[in-house]
Nanobody, 116 residues
Framework: QVQLVESGGGLVQPGGSLRLSCAAS????????MAWYRQTPGKGRELVAL???????NYADSVKGRFTISRDGAANTVFLQMNSLKPEDTAVYYC??????????WGQGTQVRVSS
């Protein structure tokens, strides 16, 4: 069984930065895709950024130029560097791993709040 553990959320002022981390543990032979989603009350989960096995990335238009997704393959960890944060970035952020032969996994969620 695979488990994902997130860290790095918190309260930050507008214009500030945060870095989220998500580490996977368990039997992992390879990862097809890692991603970050976010969710606000009353809304579904929104894709924020993803990174595929080959290293290609994709971002939601709302975060392009401000957020950067990266990974440490050896440590089965994905990161989300969030700069120039805005109040509308406030949400619970979830990491997501697609692991071939094993399944899809979600982190427990970490709250990000952008407020002065």
């Amino acid at each position: 069984q695979v488990q994902l553990v997130e860290s790095g959320g918190g309260l930050v002022q507008p214009g500030g930065s945060l870095r989220l981390s998500c580490a996977a543990s368990g039997r992992i032979l390879g990862i097809k895709q890692m991603a970050w989603y976010r969710q606000t009350p009353g809304k579904g989960r929104e894709l924020v950024a993803l990174i595929i096995g080959g290293g290609g990335t994709n971002y939601a238009d709302s975060v392009k130029g401000r957020f950067t997704i990266s990974r440490d393959g050896a440590a089965n960890t994905v990161f989300l560097q969030m700069n120039s944060l805005k109040p509308e970035d406030t949400a619970v952020y979830y990491c997501y791993f697609d692991i071939p032969g094993s399944g899809y996994y979600w982190g427990q969620g970490t709250q990000v709040r952008v407020s002065s």
